[in-house]
């Protein structure tokens, strides 16, 4: 396939790391707890059968995480591209409600609506909710994809219409504790 005249000229166009919710001065706490995934390794390309809904079979990656901090009531995850074109990481992933006392959640447990007990899905990309695998541009070369964990010393308690804004803002200055998982996909 030709490369994508498009995606070559905004080769260097990223909205950048520092974009992330991960780099919010309100959510800054100790990363002190790990998340994994057995699907891929910390800067490892993440498998074809996670790729977006258009392309792909969309199947959210199985995800593991150590022990949060002690207090922790709830977690959110916020996954986000952050090298996307223009303006703001697009977001692949917001959920909360995820239980503390648990270890990890199984493949494909970020569909909408998801078959773990709790977990609700906020709007992520293309106003959809539940998980929306890799798409970046056709050859505009690597995008990490950013799994941000957050350990939350209480319940967001958001309504079921929660926004990343809603998230960012109930989750300020509750942060116990943060993991981050990276992974990379590239459409040449």
Partial sequence: MPANPIG????GRRAGQHTLAWARPGLQAPENFALT???FGHGAPIPEKHRGRLFGANISPALNWTQPPL???ELVLIVQDPDVPF?????HALTLGIDP????????ALTNPSPVPGIRHGKGAMGKRGWAGPLPPRSHGPHTYV????ALDQATGLPASFTLEDTLAA??????GRARLDGTYEIR
């Fill in 87 to 91: 303006g703001k990481p697009a977001t």
């Fill in 101 to 108: 006392s648990g270890s990890g959640i199984p493949e494909n």
């Fill in 71 to 73: 207090g922790t009531a």
């Fill in 171 to 176: 989750i300020k200055g509750h942060v116990l």
């Fill in 8 to 11: 070559l000229a905004l080769r």
């Fill in 37 to 39: 995934s057995p699907a």
């Fill in 147 to 150: 799994f941000q964990l957050f």
